[in-house]
């Protein structure tokens, strides 16, 4: 008979196989669930987990879908590393993007090379100024940040609507409620001809370099482990726990906030109603998927793109329901999540005494 | 395949001729001519792009193995669209349609760089060498469900679920509003922005504001049949959107604005297969068979039937155009003189209320 043992500790191996676990399993019970429902459950999987993969010419696509899940997911990770959580990265990106298009309007007539840096620095603060209030508040209040953080994206969305149909409202749109489209200035630079592959995606990975640098080998980073993991060990060792949540926060939001201003300075070229995509909420699975582990994130985030433009591609070639990307997103993080018991437990026979 | 061709009531010139013609030879040799679209909803949200899926179903019963269509649904409109479409063109498909305004700039932006494949985009006035554009005079319907609502409400107030403050959808609220109130001089029409095209839970939401509001006609620019269903439960009366949505609210549904786009999707599909395909600007109304009327609910009344069946006739005649002045924005300033008719440019740039619509 089968019978889960205890490790003794748990399983590095099992910790970075568990994703790929995961994965598989994904596959594999869609294959079964779309099979059941009447379509063709292996060619849906492979379309959506192998061809984005195989076609170099979906490469780009790849990379512009995963660089705001990369970006985000890096600095919920640190986040949740420090048990901050940080569940409204969404509104951070918008707000991050909000504040970006707020310099580009006002520097509308203007050119320069500054202009730009001044639209991801704003983004920056952006993002940081709407991650502060969560952070205020919980260290003063004691409020959950994930109730505060989380509603905030719903403010953020109606300041969105706002400022799109009234005072930023595009004078040549056709009363469209969208911005002026963003000038060449404004815009990042395109690095493919005939693509959106934009100065986000390199970005994306020296980020991810430098968080893992931070977090592995630095002070500050153990400071936020150790918080995580012991809360009183850590202020024995006086780290303070509301440093740690201000400063999670804060780079939480920032970056969120950069990802924003690279959507909206890059594939948008503008800001519209549509902007909010999901963004920073799926890029809570990202984070998961990658171990919180800043390198593991950037696996994270290509997996999910993959199912964003295999999603599509499987509607054209087997015309499986858009709905079944959200559906594989979803039951990837929630296998994820069920794998993870494999880390502190195995699986063995289980021997009758004779 | 006949069928479609009898049912067929508008004229598109030689286009419409040759599509009668037997298909011309050889085509049957070749791999079959892919057609693609791109929808802003899902197939299945009974309104706007289940409209257009049906052209496309329209197109397979026509051309059957001549033809190869594909589409994504529920694209976002932005950046994922010019994934999308860029994803259609690579696939091989030489005639591309993009079902929704917000698709303008990225099928423009696409277009640029596959020269050789005709792009179709649905209610956007940007076009190319490569990008024919093509709508439908919905506010010629809207004119016909306003006489309607004018008669049947007893409250003098109307709701109206609207996605964005677009020209097409300026023009339907004030088309709706005019007819209703040449019947009811006092009819009021109340907007609420739902600020998408499809989202049911919004658009239920919506409608039920309005009818707390005294509304008791409930009509909509967007696209599922959720409003409907919010007024059959509180009693008052709607008119479907897009297509006939009487089975949603057997009681509401007085009637409703019907698209079809199958006999423009067929000659356009045509056009590319013979190699006659060029851009234009096309607009179709009631006359050209793009919009329809639903059958009406018992419940709609004999003289409010007979002035229906008029505005329509007239439309058609072309005696009767639903915006003929004197027309007055809500500033009192006239933009459409008294006797004349709103030219379609004025029409295409409508970004102003009549009297009767609080926006």
């Known amino acids: ?354 | 395949m006949t069928s479609i061709i009898t049912r067929r009531r508008f004229n598109f010139g030689a286009g419409a001729a040759a599509a009668t013609l037997p298909l011309i030879g050889g085509a049957s040799a070749q791999a079959p001519l892919g057609v693609g679209f791109i929808y802003v909803g899902p197939v299945g949200d009974h309104g706007w792009t289940w409209t257009h899926d049906q052209g496309r179903k329209a197109l397979e019963k026509e051309f059957g193995a001549k033809i190869k269509t594909s589409f994504i649904e529920n694209v976002a409109e932005g950046p994922d669209a010019q994934r999308a479409i860029r994803q259609l063109a690579q696939a091989g498909n030489r005639i591309i349609f993009t079902t929704s305004f917000g698709f303008m700039n990225p099928t423009i932006q696409v277009a640029k760089q596959f020269p050789k494949i005709h792009f179709e985009h649905a209610t956007g006035y940007q076009r190319a060498e490569n990008v024919a554009t093509y709508n439908a005079r919905f506010y010629e319907g809207r004119a016909v469900i306003g006489t309607i609502a004018g008669h049947m409400s007893k409250s003098g107030q109307a709701g109206y679920i609207a996605s964005f403050p677009i020209p097409e959808v300026v023009m339907g609220i004030n088309a709706f509003t005019l007819a209703a109130r040449k019947v009811n001089p006092n009819f009021k029409t109340k907007v609420i922005w739902a600020s998408t095209w499809y989202d049911p839970a919004k658009e239920a939401d919506a409608a039920k504001a309005l009818i707390d509001q005294g509304a008791d006609m409930i009509t909509q620019h967007t696209d599922s049949a959720a409003a409907l269903q919010a007024a059959e439960q509180r009693g008052v009366f709607a008119f479907g959107q897009a297509s006939d949505m009487s089975s949603f609210a057997p009681k509401a549904h007085l009637s409703a604005i019907v698209d079809d786009w199958s006999g423009y999707y067929v000659s356009r599909v045509k056009a590319a297969m013979d190699g006659t395909w060029k851009s234009g600007d096309v607009w179709g109304g009631i006359k050209d068979g793009f919009v329809k009327i639903a059958p009406y609910n018992t419940a709609v009344t004999p003289a409010a039937r007979a002035a229906a069946d008029d505005v329509m006739k007239g439309i058609v005649a072309g005696t009767l155009h639903p915006f003929t002045g004197e027309l007055k924005d809500l500033k009192g300033e006239v933009r459409v003189k008294a006797g004349e008719k709103a030219s379609d440019e004025v029409l295409s740039k409508m970004d102003w209320y009549v009297d009767g619509v609080q926006a």
């Open chain 1, 1 to 354: 008979m089968l019978e889960w043992r205890r490790r003794r500790e748990p399983s590095p191996a099992m910790l970075y196989a568990s994703p790929l676990i995961a994965v598989v399993l994904t596959m594999l019970i869609g294959m079964i669930v779309f099979t059941a429902m009447g379509y063709d459950g292996f060619h849906a999987v492979r379309d959506i987990f192998l061809t984005p993969f195989l076609e170099p010419q979906r490469w780009a696509d790849l990379g512009v879908k995963a660089a705001p899940l990369v970006i985000i997911a890096l600095g919920l990770a640190i986040g949740f590393r420090a048990n901050v959580w940080n569940i409204g990265a969404e509104g951070q990106y918008i707000m991050g993007a909000i504040a970006g298009t707020g310099v580009a309007l006002a520097t509308y007539d203007m050119t320069g090379w500054w202009i730009l840096p001044a639209m991801a620095l704003a983004g920056i603060l952006g993002g940081m100024a709407w991650a502060a209030i969560p952070a205020f508040l919980r260290v003063k209040l004691q409020v959950s940040e994930i109730l505060t953080s989380l509603m905030l994206t719903y403010v953020a969305v109606q300041g969105l609507y706002y400022l799109v149909r009234g005072p930023w409202k595009d004078p040549d749109g056709f009363n469209f409620p969208q911005t002026r489209m963003f000038t060449t200035d404004q815009t990042l630079p395109v690095m493919m001809e005939g693509s959106l592959v934009h100065l986000g995606i390199p970005v994306a990975v020296i980020i991810a370099l430098v968080a893992w640098l931070l977090m592995e080998k630095t002070t500050a980073g153990y400071a936020v482990k150790v918080v995580g993991l012991a809360p009183a060990a850590a202020r024995h060792g006086g780290f303070s726990a509301d440093r740690v949540t201000w400063a999670t926060l804060l780079a939480s939001g920032g970056l969120a906030g950069l990802a924003g201003l690279f959507e909206a300075a890059g594939p948008f070229g503008q800001l519209t109603p549509q902007f909010p995509t999901g963004y920073g909420f799926t890029a809570i699975i990202v984070a998961f998927l990658g171990r919180l582990n800043p390198l593991g994130i950037v696996f994270g985030g290509i997996v999910l793109a993959a199912t964003y433009v295999g999603g599509e591609i499987a509607q054209t070639t087997v015309r499986l329901p858009q709905a079944a990307t959200g559906m594989f997103q979803a039951l990837l993080l929630f296998v994820l999540l069920a794998t993870d018991v494999l880390v502190r437990y195995r699986i063995g026979w289980k021997v009758r005494a004779a």
